[in-house]
Structures are given as structure tokens and as C-alpha cells.
């Protein structure tokens, strides 16, 4: 199904409008986006068409009960204007694994693959070439279907949309260990990308800036003594030479770039584990000096180094290091993915 | 600001295509729908106008992260044809509880209340007069402002829409007490009546009804061992003569119906213990005979008798009662919706 998608090109495109050697993260938005639609029990044939505004009745459930999750992905252009995507099909398997959880219809990856080809076909002057810069591509499903009564819908929007982006943090951050907020329960959709977690970070996450610190690092909602996130994004510890990270489990999302991070590192000799991580572990790391790094690991950013953390009124520094992980990692692992460098996963995707 | 609310009539009803005597719940829209925009920091005039689709950029903060708060309110008619509402303000004020943990911005109380005093005025002939029918009422915010980026939004939309509406639920329930998923974290956005909440809910409920239930009793997400709400609703739970709910806290729902019953239930003379009450005790209570009620407290169902519960493979029945509590109090807190008895509380607001 859905292997022929319909093409609707834009009369005009607004290509020329856009500075694409100042571009902000995730604003500006490519001519075209993919739509495909769940009703009457099915998934209709996709079309990409141009991106425009979607209308929905008030009672659709996408307004009332966040049944909607997404992706994160980035297209680049290498030196020969060849069009890379990285592990696409993980964030279709992904997106899977989230809808299941928010009873969204599985999307087929037939339509996932063939759907997100045939928009960066079309948009395929919107791919940014200057170094730093990608195309964002978001994924996402929702209900459309109506009603105010609290079940799933009988009708979803899959739709892709992509924006030429610059990067999406700059410099170093200050986070603050959380101690009384949560972002996800046991037995909740913390690993899901369900739109609802986001949400539920903005207020402790706005705290924290009036603080003075940038993000949030989450702890587990029972004690608060077991690292988990840092902001959006996975978190990773370096203590001495060993670079740490929580195990994935149902609070936790199963990160792109963080599994990809956990096998360079390995393949580059160093030391990771994958465990759970304390409070009180970090603490005394930072106390003894042997806290060398942290950093948060996601689709956006890629690596955002962290340059020191908040916990109990207290502060605490990281060290700036000559050669620090974060910054050999982030660069084997762009490298990759903009095909400056040899690929030995099979990971970078031409189209 | 926002007292002169401006009215677009809609230019031919369809009130003649419904059939009062036989209405769904939350299907069947009214006419008009009240709309409010936050936008360039500020709330903008309240309009009245016609109940129609929402035009939204596909890269509105609504379809990716989540932002969405919701209420639930029922207007009825009484004998004499006045319109009633019931404790209206305690919703306004709990939305803006909700909005506060969701960065949204408050809605002024004075836009909520003559916001939707106006809607009811114009929209006063889709009010049902049946017996058990109302009007349920839906006020809404999200986040309408654009954006990739995982942050608050720069513009939201308040919405207040109406549908002529049957009972919520008809009969008695089976629920499964749940131990495995979870509805809301410590230090997470349980108590909002946030979208996301409800969508993180209709999976582990799917699982439920796959054998056999119609609804999931929520437990702690650390040890399912406490007893927190009822599907979408709260719970009582009566031992003996005493009846039991959870104290609210920030996983549990400050329900308006929960208080009211707690308040009615005292003065006529029930004993009522608001405190953490353990799955232990309810199956020890079940097996000695002195577990002799339990019910779902809610605006939609108003109360919902639960007929037995499942834990870990075992079924257990609830005695048919000649005068069960959760008869006496539905009739005690109808009577005074309805203007059927009198409002000792000052609950009851009249149009």
C-alpha cells in the first residue's frame, strides 16, 4: 500500500524568503509536507502537498485527551549535494512503539520511508549544505477523529513536515538536578515521544531558568536518586575514564543518538556502562574531581555539553577539558552522518 | 477586559436534526462554540460564533508536545426552564490550576464565566430537559502558537463547546485493579486535567477490556498498592459503614464531584475517611464480606457503581444492596443540580 505517493507541488515556492546562513531551529518551514490519513479502519494513500494549515473540528481528540506523539530526524547534504538520513527506520520503528502505547494506528514503514522520500524529493532545495546546518524532519500522529469521550479516536493524521535548521543549542549548559518534579512514572509513556511528556517538563523546566540554569536533570519520580534525563534528551556521565548512562527501561526513551554514542564510544576504546547512576554517585564525583563530563545525547543537538550543575543550593562546576568525549563524539558521529567519514553500521542512509 | 462579549450568530440552527430523546454522549455539537486567543502576551475579546473547524500550522505546539488542559461541566434545565450550573467557578479555577502546570496562561475568571454565560444564552434551546439528559459543557485550552522547538507556546486558544448529552455510562462497571501501568508520577501533571493524562490511560484500559473489564482502577505508580482513581474518575470505596477516598495530592484529580459527595455524604451522616486506602485491605474487605461498595466519582457519569474488580486473576463480586450509598448521594447531588431540592452549599448558579 501507499507505494505510489501523490505529488501536489506549491504554486510558488517561498524558498527565496528564507536566509538560509541565519537559520533559527525548527521555524521556517519547507514549501511541502507529507499527509496521510486513518479512516474507516485504514490508512488512505499518502500525498505530499504543500504545507498548509490544518483544520479540524473543536471536538477533535487531539485537542482534549494528547493523543500525539512524534519524531526527531535530520537530512544532510554531503560535499557531492547527496541527500543522508541516519537510522531512519529506528525512528519509524520508534514512532511505532510510541503509538502502540497511545493506541495510534501502527504506520506501515512502507509509508514511512517511501512517504519521507518522496517529501525530501520535492523539497530537496530546502536541505541545507552550510556546515552545522540539517534539515529537521518532524514525524508526527494525532487524533483527528472527534468526541468528548475520553477513548481512542477513529480517525489520525500521519504528517511530516521539515524545517532547515541551524544548530540547537549553543554553548555550554548549567541544568539543575530535579528534586521534587517528575517527567514520567513507572508504568507510564515516559519512553514514548508522546506530546504530553513535553508538556509536563515546560513548569519545572521554566523554574529552573528562573533559577539561573538552562534545563532540568530528571530523577526518577520515587526517590529522586537515580539520574535519567537531562532536558529532552538522554544524559551521559563521565566519571574518570568510564562514560555512564541510565539503562532504557519504561520512564526512559530509547535514544537515536544515544545508542549510536554508546557504540562509538565502545568502538573507540572507551569505557561505558550502561547502569544506573545516583545523585549521591555524581556528588561525590564532582567532590573528589573525578567528575570529568556531562552531557545530554538527542536528535537536535546531537551532543550539548553540560558546563556545570545545580543540586541542593549548591553548585557545581565541570572541568574544561582539553579532549573531552562530548566533543570527540559529536564529531565521529556527524562525521558519519554527513558522510565525512567512513560509516561501519550501515547507519547513514542515501537517498 | 473581555465583558462585552461579541456574538456571531450562527445563520440557520441545526437543532432540528437532533433527536433529544436519544442522545450520545459528547457526539452532538450545539450551534455556537465561545473562542478566546492569547496572543502578543495578552488575552483578546471573547466571541461567541458558529461551531466550526479550527485552522491550525502544522507546526502548532498542539500536535507535538502536548500542551492541552480541558474541563468538564453540565448545565441543566429546571421545571420552571431556568438554567442551572453547578459550583461553575470551582472549574474555572481548577483549569487555571491545570494551566499554571502546563504553562498556559490564566484565564481571567470574569472571561470564563461570561464567556460561557453568554454561550448558554445564545445556545439556551440545545439545553436537554429530559430526565438524566444535560448539557455537557467543555471548556479547552492549548497551545495554538508555532514551533519545533520543545518549549512553551507563544499563543493558546481558550474554547468553551457544548454537546446535548445522554448519561455517561450505562449500568454497572467491572474494573481491574491495575499493576502494572500507571497513570501519573510523583511530581508529575496527574492532578491537571491534562491531555496527555487521558491519552497515557487508554492503553493500559484496552488491555482491561481485552479481558473482560470496562475500566482500570489506578494504583501508585512505585507499589501498586494505593488505590487512586477510577478510570477518568475518583473513587470511593465503602467498608462497612464508612466510605473511603484517596486524599488528593499531585497525582490525583481535585474532583469537583469528589468534594461535593465527600460534603454531602458527612451531613447525611455517613462516615467518610479521606485517606490512603491499600489494595490489601480492599481484598481483605472483599473476602471478610465487609467491603460493600465502590464507585467512580465524575462529572460525565456524576457516579458510577462499580459492580466487582479483578486482581491477579481473581474476580471479586460486590453485594447487591437494597440502599447503596452511591444511589442515596447521585440522588442527594442531582436533586441539587437540578433544582429538584435545596442548595444548602450555594453550589447551584442560575443563569
Not at 499527509?35 to 500525498?47: I, L, N, P, R
Not at 544532510?76 to 511505532?96: H, I, Q, V
Amino acid at each position: 500500500m501507499n507505494s505510489n505517493i501523490e505529488i501536489k507541488h506549491i504554486e510558488k515556492s517561498k524558498i527565496d524568503t528564507v536566509d538560509f546562513n541565519n537559520l533559527p531551529f525548527g521555524s521556517v518551514y519547507s514549501d511541502h509536507m507529507l499527509t496521510c490519513t486513518f479512516k474507516d479502519g485504514k490508512w488512505q494513500d499518502a500525498v505530499v502537498e504543500p504545507f498548509a494549515p490544518i483544520s479540524l473540528d473543536p471536538s477533535a481528540k487531539i485537542f482534549h485527551y494528547g493523543q500525539s506523539i512524534f519524531e526527531g530526524m535530520k537530512a544532510y547534504k554531503d560535499a557531492d549535494g547527496n541527500t543522508l538520513l541516519f537510522r531512519p527506520l529506528d525512528n519509524c520503528k520508534r514512532l511505532n512503539k510510541s503509538a502502540e502505547r497511545l493506541v495510534i494506528p501502527q504506520i506501515p514503514e512502507e509509508t514511512f520511508m517511501n512517504g519521507l522520500k518522496a517529501l525530501l524529493k520535492v523539497d530537496d532545495a530546502w536541505i541545507p549544505t552550510k556546515e552545522g546546518s540539517s534539515l529537521y524532519i518532524r514525524p508526527f500522529m494525532f487524533a483527528s477523529g472527534n468526541g468528548f469521550h475520553a477513548s481512542p479516536a477513529d480517525e489520525y493524521k500521519f504528517m511530516i513536515c521539515t524545517a532547515p535548521s541551524g544548530a540547537y543549542f549553543a554553548g555550554k549548559v548549567k541544568v539543575l538536578i530535579e528534586e521534587k518534579y517528575a517527567r514520567a512514572a513507572n508504568g507510564g509513556v515516559g519512553f514514548a515521544k508522546a506530546g504530553g511528556n513535553y508538556a509536563a517538563q515546560f513548569y519545572p523546566t521554566q523554574l529552573a531558568i528562573e533559577k539561573g540554569y538552562n534545563q532540568v536533570i530528571w530523577t526518577d519520580d520515587n526517590t529522586h536518586e537515580y539520574i535519567e534525563e537531562a532536558g529532552a534528551m538522554n544524559i551521559f556521565i563521565r566519571i574518570n575514564d568510564t562514560l555512564i548512562t541510565s539503562p532504557t527501561n519504561d520512564r526512559i526513551l530509547d535514544g537515536i543518538t544515544r545508542k549510536s554514542i554508546i557504540q562509538i564510544a565502545k568502538d573507540l576504546g572507551i569505557n561505558v556502562e550502561v547502569r544506573k547512576i545516583s545523585v549521591t554517585e555524581v556528588i561525590a564525583a564532582a567532590k573528589s574531581g573525578e567528575l570529568k563530563e556531562m552531557f545530554g545525547a538527542g536528535t537536535a543537538a546531537v551532543i550539548s555539553p553540560i558546563a556545570g550543575f545545580g543540586f541542593q543550593e549548591n553548585d557545581y562546576d565541570l572541568p574544561e577539558l582539553e579532549k573531552p568525549y562530548a566533543a570527540l563524539l559529536k564529531k565521529t558521529i556527524t562525521d558519519i552522518q554527513t558522510n565525512k567519514a567512513e560509516d561501519p553500521y550501515g547507519w547513514r542512509v542515501q537517498l
